[in-house]
């Protein structure tokens, strides 16, 4: 090591002592004494020292890497000085470089508070305790539980005595004997706390009390009109979803087996009217239609047909799809209205629904977070009463998910969280699982907080493949509060293969399990469960097939807790479904989390996990039982819904429609969910370790939206103009979008998912698909004019540093931009840098217009939102993905603006989550999304803000329902298109009509053709019926003359000869059969009498083809005799030939009993046939309706075409609200307005 290097080496070491030392003495003192002056007055000279000699702690030098990115820039790596590099490799490492709050942009730094005053506050001891609850929550801060001796000491009396006076604050649990706090005991699974304590009463009345208190907190049992039940439900057994099946279909061979969960096989009762015509069709009878909705599958009924070329093709027959799917609605209604009907059977599913679902006590954790003294904590922060609630969780829950609003302060929850379970010995070694961009502000947020901690941080930089070793190691080896890692390097972890073959055996135990289970007639379902095991454990060893470093593994380095930032980024987790847009295929990123996580929970540990986001729930409901799967998968497989459809079944209702596929080839059938069911008991399921928290429930103090001209608080809508170019535009894609509806054109020339995507370019800007300058002002060009008035209306400003705290010398605001498409393109016109281009020309600097695409490394990001937030930036333009999670960069945030609508309402809130967050030093801000009218910008807005308030419902868990509409969030539709590109929503309303007729018509032809069926099935019946009467007559008049022949008393004659031995007729009839030459081809003589058994005559009938020739032997008279064989059988045949011969003539009284049945089946089928022939189209009125609609809507389209020969007017756009439309001028105001300028928010000082 070069002397230079050994020398700053020494100097950081000796600021890392002096540094330990004076917080030790913070620590250990109450008042700043002489000492503690002392320590802090040479911790500050040996940081100026240096930093006089060397610079600040956080500088660095850029090299060129010789490598480009994919842009075609060249990239530079971030050297940090040896000594640096080194003393970050030290446990107190990290509190040298806090020492400091460093500005990366321009590579300055300002001391850190610790150099001029005290953090670190010491919490006195607690000696005593007035009251018992007192004495409690000392216990619960200090150890967690309750500790009586602890409790005993405080109150300074006998244990015994202590107990005793605990009272109704504790419960003793009846399993373990402990005293468990009272919240804790009366939550969670009551129920199952009620079993266990009242068979504990019966043995020791001590425990009268425990079942006094669990059954006033038990939830009121649910009745039969609160619970929805669906076919496919995992609380409704096999058994009864069997004989509702025999009972609705008048069946005895119908047999239903649910091996696994979601998979269900039914077989038999396919044949009969009510099964092929009542509940089901001739092409999908009744049993297929119900496996098929227990199972979550799309009913589809395909017709096949021979190309040219002779291959067999499948094409969808979207008549007879319709009817099986309203079959399958009509078996869906049925079923729930059957299960109530017999009243033992609705007793026992209520009570077993609310034994699963209906057991759980929700527990408020506030009163909890107000016990944690939190020692350690510096001295100028104080946790909110969220923020401790959040820790509270943490600390009793196995798992916890802190579910809260942008800015509520996550960061600070998972530290504290951490801290505090670590102190009381909940866990050892937690680890910390960041974005990574975000470790090194998380590593200073985790030092501000609690300046002693001990913290280990690591990039994927640092787990290089000769670096692992060395990491894993050094975690193993030391005591740390926690390691800090990137998700890039967590990933670079992997488990040992002996915990990932465990994974894959739990994974697959079930259906092993199932497999081996299944014996008798469960053996139906033996090949369906073979092949889901051989698919199951491909798609795992796939998903965990990864390269290791021998002896570098995740169990090694003794980590026992995880905490997750940013978990949305992990919902990608492998989801097995039949629903085919729930299935998930899953990422590696997403099954190393989750097999870690698994490991952790097969040792037994009490404390697993944690979750953080604000946004768990990004598009669908479906997301929370990604989440559940994470945190608490016992609760699903306690209440047996482990697997998705199984799930789907009890909460889900799917409905499946006919849609225009994305190539415009065809049409496709989509599967998705219509309506949530049984919402509070899956919301209960979701909160018991969900701690959600919106803005509404925490009156962040983060700024108020700006005033509209409505008055209003809210978001602010310009809408832009069309320009003529975009207008001609628009209207070429409604008429691509009518070729491609009428299949006039192939789906690689074009296709709905082409018009949706230049549809969104071109209301961005129509530049970015037509290159030819426009004839008026874009969205960018209005964008251009806001923007620039903000800036020079802000540009004075002035803010306060965020991290000293003291006045900044840098003035100026910062205005957001979010655009996810024209990003940066160096080959072609992008809105990103037209819009840099407008504001330079209009007179803002350059250099303070960036795009966040120009960080092209975690580093890069880190300096670029530095610069922001230190005043170095103005204008911020980027895209959801990469200006959305971990940009903290809101102190300055004036506005913000959305050029462009995303898909998903979690990117909104990603959005304006960087602007409405704690730390921006604004009373108000504006959120401004510009518009452009006529587009499909309309569209994608009332979309994503419906689908936003349907997820906050779900969220805050507050409904007052039991059912819930899902919001389908999809493409634009070729009528979507066509209406929005001719501005009248007549249109899209017309289309709709036009389809909901066609629906009801396409059932109205399957009903008549169902009729016509039934007709025809009538007749084949009373032809059936007539041939098993005139059957009977024949076998009534043949039964007395039949003569017993078996044993020794049998006789038969054969061509003039008569045999007493059955060996002997055989014989001959062989020798015969030898000699005999068959008819020639295709001759049917007439029968020929052969001989005589049992008083019958024995007639032959022979035929011949070109591959075989055929003999028909039947007793004359004796109707159901006939048998038809083979001549080598005839040849061949022997003794058993003869015999069954000889049984036809025995088997009369069988055939007299099958005649009976045959026509008591037939009358049957005719009395069903009556009762339904002439029955009406249950859905005539809705038909007649919905052709009502249709024409109505139809007459005013041709009256406005009538109106309007010539251009047509300009119109408001698709999105139906009512509020005044806001005006085009770019926003004449934020916040308090007058008539000629805009002002600025206000700035707290």
Known sequence: MPKTTRAELRALLGLRDAATTLLRLEAATVEDTDEVEAARQRLRQRYESYIGRYGPLGRYTLRRTGRQNDAGDDTYARIVPTPIRILRGDPFGPVVLALEHFDDQDQTATPAAILTRRVVAPKPEVMGAETPADAVAVSLDQTGGIDVELIARLLGMPTEEATAALGGLVFTDPDTGALVHAPEYLSGDVRAKLEAATIKAQADPSFDRNVDALREVLPADLGVEEITAQLGAVWISAEIHQQFLTELLEVSDVRVENPLPGMWEVRGGRYGIRSTSEWGTTRRPAPDIAQAVMEQKTLLVYDEYEDAEGRKRRVLNPVETTAAQEKADALQERFAEWVWEDPDRAAGLVAEYNRRFNSIVLRDYTGAGDYLSLPGMAASFEPRPHQRAAVARMIAEPAAGLFHEVGAGKT???????????????????????????????????????????????????????????????????????????????????????????????????VRHALHGADGEDRMSVKRIQKRLLELENKLKDRTDMARDAGVTFEATGIDYLIVDEMHTYKNLATDSNIRDAAIEGSGRATDLHMKLEYLRSTGRDRIATGATATPISNSVTEAYVMQRYLRPDLLEAAGIGAFDAWAATFGKTVTQMEMAPTGTGFRMKTRFAQFRNV????????????????????????????????????????????????????????????????????????????????RKAALDIRMVIPDQPSGPTKVDVAADAIYRVWEASRDNTYLDPLTGEPSPIPGALQLVFSDIGT??????????????????????????????????????????????????????????????????????????????????????????????QGNQHDEVAIVRLVTERSFDSYMWQGVERKARFISQLMRGRLDTREIDEIDATALSAAEAKAISSGNPLLLEHSTAQAEA?????????????????????????????????????LEQALPRLVDTSGERFRIRLFDATYTNRADAAQALTAWALRTTMPGQYRSPEPEVIGQVSGFDIELTSHHGYSRSEVSIRLAGVPGSRFTIDRDTLTSGGIGLVQRIENRASGIPTYLDRAKSRLADAERTIRDADERIGGPFRHAEALRAAETRLVNVSQQLAELQDDQPGEPEPSSGLNGSTQPRPQPAPLTAFGQRTATAASPPTVTR
């Open 412 to 510: 600070a929850e998972m530290i504290m969280g951490a801290m505090e379970m670590r102190r009381i010995g909940l866990i050892t070694k937690p680890v910390v699982v960041v974005p990574n961009h975000m470790l090194d502000q998380f590593t200073r947020d985790w030092l501000q907080v609690y300046p002693r901690a001990r913290l280990l941080a690591a990039s994927s930089q640092d787990l290089t493949s000769d670096r692992r070793r060395m990491f894993v190691a050094r975690v193993a080896a030391n005591e740390w509060d926690a390691v800090l890692l990137t998700q890039g390097a967590f990933a670079k972890i992997p488990v040992d293969p002996a915990t990932e073959v465990a994974y894959i055996e739990r994974q697959v135990d079930q």
């Open 680 to 759: 509070p008991e899956m919301l209960r399921m979701w909160s018991i370790f969900a701690d959600v928290k919106t803005s509404e429930d925490l009156q962040l103090p983060r700024p108020d939206l700006a005033q509209r001209d409505d008055g209003q608080r809210a978001p602010q809508t310009v809408v832009v103009q069309p320009t003529v170019e975009l207008e001609d535009f628009i209207d070429g894609l409604g008429e691509r979008a009518d070729k491609v509806a009428a299949k006039q054109v192939s789906p690689e020339e074009d296709n709905m998912l082409a018009i949706s995507t230049d549809g």
């Open 824 to 917: 940066p393109n160096p080959d072609r016109w992008n809105a990103y840098d037209e819009l840099h281009l407008q504001l330079v020309e209009r007179g803002m600097p350059a250099e303070s217009i960036r795009y966040v695409h120009q960080a092209r490394t975690d580093a890069d990001k880190a300096r670029l939102f530095a610069a922001a937030r230190a005043g170095h930036v103005a204008v911020l333009i980027g895209s959801t993905e990469k200006m959305g999670v971990g940009t903290n960069v809101q102190a300055r945030a004036i506005a913000l603006y959305h050029l462009d609508c995303p898909w998903r309402p979690s990117d909104i809130a990603q959005r304006e989550g960087r602007i409405l967050r």
């Open 998 to 1034: 066609s629906r009801l018509q396409r059932l109205e032809r399957a009903h008549s053709r169902n009729q016509a069926m039934l007709t025809a099935t009538r007749r084949r019946a009373v032809e059936d019926a007539d041939a098993a009467r005139n059957d009977m007559a024949a």
